[in-house]
């Protein structure tokens, strides 16, 4: 320490800050792993402080810096957040919440034993999702049902045991990406079946799937694949056949046709433009339609299949279906969701509640989380914002709203994620908006405490960054985040 400046070479190993007594006491609390772990990251940053010339005097790595970042290990990473985007199933955020039954399902099955598999009848092996398969039968209108993980597996999955070695004939209309790279064409190729495209992006007639079908060598295996857009719409010139043309083709020629609809509604909140749903695309004449759980239904993450019954039990055989088979959280918390339905209480679950709020009763959501925010002296304001659906439903449709915009731009939006618990807001013209169509009653105060001290943290940082006295750039400040909100159009993503 010839200048007074500490040295590289007096950093403490790995070792010798284990070896201190609190550290110690540590390890006997959190496991020798973590604080190993947390010593190495301290002994790094106090490197870095060295080599730029800011390490202060006194002990290098100290130990109040390894516990913080022992504790920071051990802090759990999959977090409740606040959603203040407006967008109800947000792909990001985890689409739409469990209703509090459907949880109640989840925590008593999952917390011990049950009977997934076992027929309590006969004593004999049973089928994992024979809990929700007379439900899905009766809710939706089909013959046969069957639950698997999600829906782009169900998509893999029907495609594999119905097409696999032969054609599938697909509209170039509908050859759509759907997020997080499900690419229709991808999958198809995956399944094993060739892709036969008919038509142009806009106009699609059912006389050119006839056309492609008499153009396969005879005795090929084909099915006929229609596949909701999902994330954008087709507006101007644009032509494509009913479900029910496209079904008097495929009987006649004996192939099945497929519908990959993804969010597949059982009632369409009040409000919302006509939507194809998995029960119509049955009634005028599907024979597989292929649905989320997690989409517009409300439930869990889950492919669910439906339609004829032969065509099910080829899919429930397939061993792609055990790949892909739904676990005992999944079907407790469908079952669940499924009969909230069944008692006409479709309207409780909570994605279904927040699309259906009013516009009324969301600007009096926001007058009391104002009035809160407020109170923590934060200058605020109550605006209009619109939502949406999200989650590739009804993609075009906005829903009318309210939020609390509050004066900071980045750096609060920044700080308001890394809040406890986070939240997820919008920027909207260099303010904050905080919409509220998906914040409940009760997360109020808890939205509003946050943001109080996202405001005070950034108060005390002037917007979270140092500014270049030369120019005024940016130097500073974190690079957003892949998954910032501002970054994501919601649409993008389902
Ligand atoms: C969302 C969607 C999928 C994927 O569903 P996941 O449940 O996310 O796997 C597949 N197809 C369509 C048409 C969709 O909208």
Redesign the pocket.
């Known amino acids: 320490m010839e200048d007074g400046r500490p040295r590289l070479r007096e950093l403490p190993s790995v070792d010798e800050v284990l070896a201190r007594p609190a550290m110690r006491a540590l390890a006997g609390r959190v496991g020798r792993t973590v604080v190993k772990v947390a010593a190495r990251q301290a002994i790094a940053a106090a490197r870095e402080r060295i080599l730029a010339g800011a390490a202060a005097a006194g002990e290098l790595v100290p130990d109040a810096e390894v516990l913080a970042r022992a504790q920071r290990e051990t802090a759990p990473r999959l977090l409740r957040v606040l959603n203040a985007t407006g967008v109800v199933l947000h792909?990001n955020l985890g689409?739409a919440p469990l209703h509090e039954e459907a949880i109640a399902r989840v925590v008593e099955v999952a917390s011990g034993y049950s009977n997934l598999e076992i027929d309590l009848g006969t004593g004999r092996r049973g089928h994992r999702s024979a809990a929700v398969e007379p439900l899905l039968c009766e809710l939706f209108g089909a013959e046969a049902a069957h639950a698997v993980?999600?829906?782009?597996?169900?998509?893999l999955l029907a495609l594999a045991a119905l097409g696999s070695g032969g054609a599938a004939v697909v509209s170039r209309g509908e050859l759509?990406e759907?997020?997080?790279g499900?690419r229709?064409p991808e999958i198809l190729s995956q399944s094993g079946c060739r892709l036969v495209e008919v038509g142009t992006t806009n106009r699609t007639r059912v006389a050119d799937y006839a056309k492609a079908l008499d153009m396969l060598p005879a005795g090929t295996r084909a099915l006929i694949l229609r596949?909701?857009?999902?994330?954008f719409a087709l507006v101007g010139f644009t032509e494509e056949p009913e479900i029910g043309e496209l079904s008097a083709l495929s009987r006649e020629r004996g192939i099945p046709l497929l519908h990959?609809?993804?969010?597949g509604a059982l009632q369409l909140p009040p409000g919302l433009p006509e939507e194809m749903t998995a029960a119509r695309s049955l009634r005028e004449g599907a024979d597989l339609v292929?649905?989320?759980?997690?989409?517009l239904l409300g439930g869990p993450?889950?492919?669910i299949l439906l339609g004829r019954r032969d065509l099910v039990e080829r899919c429930k055989v397939h061993p792609l279906s055990r790949a892909l088979r739904a676990d005992r959280m999944l079907i407790a918390a469908l079952e669940g969701t499924l009969q909230m339905y069944r008692q006409g209480r479709g309207e409780e679950l909570p994605a279904q509640a927040a699309i259906a709020a009013t516009p009324q009763a969301l600007r009096q959501r926001a007058t009391r989380l104002a009035l809160l925010v407020g109170e923590g002296g934060v200058p605020c304001s109550v605006v209009e914002s619109e939502g949406r659906v999200g989650?590739?439903?009804v993609p075009l449709s906005r829903l009318p709203g309210s939020g609390v915009a509050v004066e900071a731009g980045e750096a609060l939006l920044e700080e308001l994620r890394r809040g406890e618990p986070p939240v997820i807001a919008i920027l909207r013209e260099e303010r904050t908006v905080l919409d509220v169509r998906c914040l409940r009653d009760t997360d109020l105060s808890l939205a509003a405490s946050a943001v109080i001290q996202a405001w005070q943290r950034t108060a005390h940082h002037p917007a979270g960054r140092v500014e270049d006295g030369q120019n005024g750039a940016k130097l500073g400040g974190s690079p957003a985040l892949p998954g910032d909100v501002r970054d994501v159009d919601p649409l993008t993503e389902?």
């Open positions: 792909t689409r993980n999600n829906c782009a597996g169900a998509t759509v759907i997020g997080g499900f229709v596949v909701h857009r999902s994330n990959d609809l993804g969010s292929l649905i989320s759980g997690d989409k993450q889950a492919g989650g590739g439903s389902v």
